[in-house]
């Protein structure tokens, strides 16, 4: 049985920033568990040494809906 947890948020550069940083610092500090901030809620997972990096650009041009970038970062591992 797979549990999703999903927050949509629109955050300032700064605080996005912030954020990466934080999960960043939860990644380095070695422990076993790692603690994942979604929304208001935290969710703690038990990643490997060895994760799996996926990231994907998409540049769109349209001359009705004008521009939109996006990034997408997945990482997963089998615990």
């Known amino acids: 049985m797979a549990q999703r947890t999903t927050a949509d948020e629109t955050l300032p550069r700064e605080e996005l920033a912030a954020y990466f940083t934080d999960l960043a610092a939860e990644f380095e500090r070695g422990d076993e568990e790692v603690t994942v901030p979604v929304g208001n809620k935290n969710v ?36």
């Open 44 to 79: 703690s997972l038990d990643p490997p040494h060895n994760i799996d990096l996926s990231v994907e650009v998409v540049e769109r041009s349209s001359m009705l809906r004008g521009n939109r970038e996006t990034i997408e970062i997945e990482l997963s591992w089998k615990p």
